[in-house]
């Protein structure tokens, strides 16, 4: 038996996905979303939360005692994969690397480390009290 | 410009070419050659391959577009009649005429075929050409569909005892039958001789000596073979091989000399009776004799192409007949006067009947001369040997050490490589010396060992200079300070062989400790795995240990797909499985809704599982006796085999159990790249093992082990590494040959790829892991012993701790799934939206 459905398009519903996510100054923040605690968030790997519609990925960058945020979707192929990356740095700045086809991205200002087009939305993280926060516009 | 015309398309025909263009510098020449094979001119040496699988492009000495690059006519299927030496013009069966200024014969030999009444008969060859071999393979094919088994083969010498081999790849059952006393009489003494013989009885092939054949049996097609004492031996098939016979007809037709018992005479610059017509190869008579060898053709060869040019280069006057080769999966050699016996002269002999090895050395009594030679059962010593002997070196105190070597002292008696004269000849089929290999490497000519191939040509006749080479051009690249480096990435200026070293040495376990002590940086997505991976190879740690290092498979224990769900892969070692075992994992799929598909490996695999779905569907097959396949790590995936004795009517021994048991043998250790395996129980090859890393074929008294093969992107199909050896054997080559491969091989290099860049290839791998040459064979079985010894299952590993299950949620906030995971039906199935 062989069944044909009319295909809808993936990429175009990912592209209104993909508009979403707009990187975030620290200084334009108007909420603090608290993610979870220290402990959710192991060293030098990612972990994904839901924030209303959206998918982030955090970083606890432990070795540079640094944390990052930025969507969870690679602009790629438009998977929501990002946090199960592989974090590094090249030239010294930080990056992540999408599990699916390597791309990687600095985790700085969400550019394209491979010399393509595509980047990713990048938000500020902070941590009070051993609580993380992400920063949104709303 | 110079007019050449060759006549004779052959192995000796070709090199006078590749020569003369070479040689040839501003000279503007027109070369036109002649040959009545069909097709370009191949190499006869290994002609016995093509029944192992060469094809005739394989064995062709150039490429279709090598006479056309080099201005060379080609004019194959054309036979030359006549030659007008008066008037310098050829004459071919097309009645074409061309002009010449200088000629060159280069019309080989034919097989010499015994005066027996009967020869004509269907089912009589003759073993010489690919049309020969394709003639015999339709015969076998025939024959065998009939019921035949037996086949004959008609002398005992060299060529014979390979066309036996060829009979015995047809599947046949050979019988050699001699006329002289004993095997190879030309080469070997009589102990050698024996002991020849009782290797080759072994494989159950028929050795018959001191046999007159009187006549060929059967009425239209040969039933048999009628012997001087009539007695009857019956076949259905029968390969002449006994000896050759120059081609020297044309010659005699257009009035040149010919010796008594043919060939075309030449004195030492190779020219004939007629100044502008030279003959080279197996049709010249030089010094009394035919030489039906590659290496003094390409000599001669050499030499007219000089004398054509002007130069006044010539023949030596003594030719040296030493070879080593194998014959029948039997290493034998012979240099030098192998026979050589007076009063001045001592033979020191060898011989072990236990492990069939035989070596004799002829030297002068006061010690100091080694004269000649025999090896058989192993030839290993052969190289170092021939040196001695030909640059005439002084022997070590006691000359016995030669062959026994030396007891108790500390180095090899043999020397190296780079203690040779400069002069001394290292490749004698291309006539290349140590100082030609040498200099064009700390001359800057060369930069690595494929250059020196591609510039002196050394190694591309018989091949077995070949460790030699390496070794000096290794010795030659250390002198001049120069070492060829291929560091991993931004982070580490090593090579994956080096940090592997480094982490074993300074006993390191985690990545940042690496990193900050022999890196820069803080990592990334290439390092961290090739690090993780070394962990992994030389503690045994599951991936569990290095979660936030290994790539993301690791990570997550199953194989990411296009959707970011995973499929999971648990083993089936061998492809062997129960009604009840397969009945779990269909009730799997069916709860979890996974899209289901039987894999190249003898596997099921279930795709589209969440991430968070993927500790209960393990904690299910984990329950009911199943384990992870490692499908998503770089390690081994699986050991495919057929069915085997145990139900084929066909197979020659059990290939399932075997495959299961490599298998659970290697099961987990993680690699420098994936790896994988196939037992076949006979050369049917039901499980396509040489298309693997690893395969195993049952042939008849053992297993065969071929390694570095792979499918994907650059098929290649698996080398023979060694031959009718036993279970226990293959186990204790295949723990070496992993554990070197995963110690020296590049990040995600397959063992195909590292053997290809593998100085001195496969001859020197073998050196390495069967004849232990760098002497660690121990320490690669203890390391293998104690990767096997400590297996885990990792997926157990993560449901018998809870923290570790926590990586497996999608959400850190929230135990929801990924709600964006569309699917579409495929067929009774489903796949992921696609992109």
Redesign the interface.
């Known amino acids: 038996m062989f069944i044909t459905f009319p295909v809808a398009p993936k990429i175009k519903i990912m592209q209104n996905i993909l508009n979403e996510y707009q990187s975030i100054a620290f200084e334009e923040v108007k909420v603090w979303f608290k993610a979870g605690t220290l402990k959710d968030f192991p060293s030098n790997r990612g972990g994904c939360i839901k924030y209303k519609d959206k998918q982030i990925a955090i970083f606890n960058f432990e070795r540079r005692n640094e944390w990052y945020a930025c969507q969870n979707v690679c602009p790629h192929k438009m998977e929501m994969v990002l946090s199960r990356g592989m974090t590094g740095s090249a030239d010294s700045v930080p990056k992540i690397a999408c599990p699916m086809h390597k791309k990687t991205f600095s985790l700085v200002d969400g550019s394209n480390l491979n010399g393509e087009d595509y980047s990713i939305a990048t938000y500020p993280v902070k941590v009070v009290d051993e609580e993380v926060f992400v920063g949104f516009l709303e | 410009m110079i007019k050449v015309i060759v006549v004779g398309n052959g192995m000796v025909g070709y090199k006078f070419c590749e020569k003369f263009i070479a040689k040839s510098g501003q000279e503007k020449y027109q070369i036109t050659v002649f040959g009545e094979e069909p097709r370009r001119a191949y190499d006869r040496v290994h002609l016995s391959e093509y029944f192992a699988g060469k094809t005739a492009d394989d064995l062709s000495m150039s490429t279709s577009n090598w006479y056309d690059e080099n201005n060379i006519i080609l004019n194959t299927s054309e036979l030359v009649l006549k030659i007008d030496k008066e008037n310098k013009t050829i004459t071919t069966h097309l009645d074409k005429t061309f002009g010449y200024d200088y000629l060159v014969l280069a019309t080989g030999s034919a097989a010499f075929v015994p005066p027996i009444k009967g020869v004509e008969k269907e089912g009589v060859f003759v073993y010489r050409t690919i049309e020969d071999l394709d003639a015999i393979m339709t015969y076998a094919k025939k024959i065998k569909q009939n019921g035949a088994t037996e086949a004959a083969v008609l002398g005992g010498g060299l060529l014979g005892l390979e066309a036996a081999k060829a009979v015995y790849d047809l599947g046949l059952n050979p019988h050699v039958v001699e006329f002289a006393p004993r095997l190879m009489p030309r080469q070997l003494d009589k102990a050698a001789s024996d002991m020849l013989q009782s290797k080759i009885e072994k494989l159950n092939i028929g050795i018959h000596l001191n046999k007159a054949t009187q006549y060929i049996d059967g009425e239209h097609s040969i039933k048999g073979m009628m012997f001087a004492n009539d007695e009857l031996l019956k076949v259905d098939m029968l390969v002449i091989s006994a000896g050759i016979k120059p081609r020297d007809e044309l010659a005699r037709v257009s009035g040149l000399v010919v010796g008594e018992r043919g060939g075309v005479l030449v004195g030492n610059t190779m020219q004939t009776s007629d100044p502008f017509i030279y003959a080279i190869g197996e049709v010249a008579l030089y010094n009394q004799m035919i030489y039906g060898l590659v290496a003094p053709g390409y000599e001669m060869a050499d030499v007219a192409a000089e004398q054509i040019l002007g130069s006044d280069k010539t023949m030596r006057e003594t030719i040296d007949m030493s070879t080593q080769l194998k014959l029948i999966g039997v290493e034998v050699a012979s240099f030098g006067d192998p026979f050589i016996e007076n009063d001045e002269v001592v033979a020191i002999v060898y011989e072990n009947k236990f492990s069939g090895i035989y070596k004799r050395i002829n030297v002068t009594k006061d010690g100091k001369t080694l004269l000649g030679g025999i090896l058989v059962g192993d030839s290993s010593d052969y190289n170092g040997l021939f040196q001695i002997y030909s640059n005439a070196m002084a022997l070590p105190p006691n000359p016995e050490d030669l062959i026994l070597g030396s007891r108790g002292g500390e180095s090899s008696t043999m020397g190296s490589a780079m203690d040779l004269p400069d002069t001394a000849v290292i490749c004698s089929c291309e006539n290349v010396t140590k100082g030609s290999i040498c200099c064009s490497i700390t001359d800057g000519t060369c930069e690595s060992l494929s250059d020196v191939v591609k510039l002196t040509k050394a190694t591309s006749g018989c091949g077995g200079c070949k460790p030699m080479v390496v070794d000096l051009v290794k010795a030659a690249q250390k002198s001049i300070g120069k070492e060829v480096k291929e560091s991993i990435c ?2 580490f200026h090593y090579t994956r062989q080096e940090l592997f070293d480094i982490v074993k040495i300074n006993k390191y376990t985690n990545f ?1 400790e690496v990193v900050d002590h022999h890196g820069n ?5 290439v390092c ?2 090739v690090v993780a991976s070394i962990f992994s190879s030389i503690y045994n740690d599951t991936a569990n240990k290095h ?3 290994q ?3 690791d ?2 224990l199953a194989n ?1 797909q ?3 769900t995973y499929s999971v892969v648990p083993r089936i070692a061998g492809g062997e499985i129960t009604p009840e075992k397969l009945i779990v994992i269909g009730e799997i799929a069916k709860e979890f809704n996974l899209y289901t598909k039987i894999t190249g490996a003898q596997r099921v695999d279930l795709f589209g599982a969440h991430l968070n779905d993927l500790p209960k569907i393990w904690k299910i097959l984990i329950d009911n006796g199943f384990e992870s396949g490692h499908a998503y790590g770089k390690s081994l995936r699986a050991v495919k085999s057929c069915v085997g004795n145990a139900w084929c009517r066909y197979g020659m021994d059990d290939s399932t159990t075997f495959a299961i048991e490599l298998e659970n043998r290697y099961r987990g250790i993680r690699s420098p790249h994936k790896l994988k395996g196939g037992v076949s129980a006979c050369i049917r090859e039901c499980a396509e093992a040489r298309g693997k890393d690893f395969g195993v074929i049952a042939v008849e008294g053992g297993w065969n082990l071929y390694i570095c093969g792979n499918g994907g992107a650059n098929p290649k199909h698996a080398v023979l590494l060694a031959e009718q050896i036993d279970k226990e054997t293959v186990f204790k080559y295949m723990d070496r040959f992993l554990m070197y491969y995963i110690r020296t091989a590049g990040p995600l290099v397959r063992t195909a790829t590292w053997l290809e860049k593998l100085d001195g290839g496969l001859d020197y791998l073998k050196e390495v892991i069967i004849h232990d040459r760098i002497g660690i064979c121990e320490t690669l079985e203890s390391e293998m012993e104690s990767l096997v010894g400590t297996f885990e299952c990792e997926w157990k590993q993560v449901l018998e701790k809870p923290r570790l299950l926590k ?1 497996f949620n ?5 135990d ?1 799934k ?1 709600e ?1 995971i ?1 699917y ?2 495929l ?2 199935q489903k796949m992921p ?3």
Do not use: L, M
Request: proline share 5%; aromatic share 10%.
């Open positions: 931004e982070h940042y940086g803080d990592g990334c997505e961290k795995p979660v936030t290092t790539d993301t498979n990570r997550y990411i296009r959707n970011g990586r999608h959400f850190v906030n929230s929801e990924d964006n569309e579409v039906a067929r009774d939206k696609p992109w």
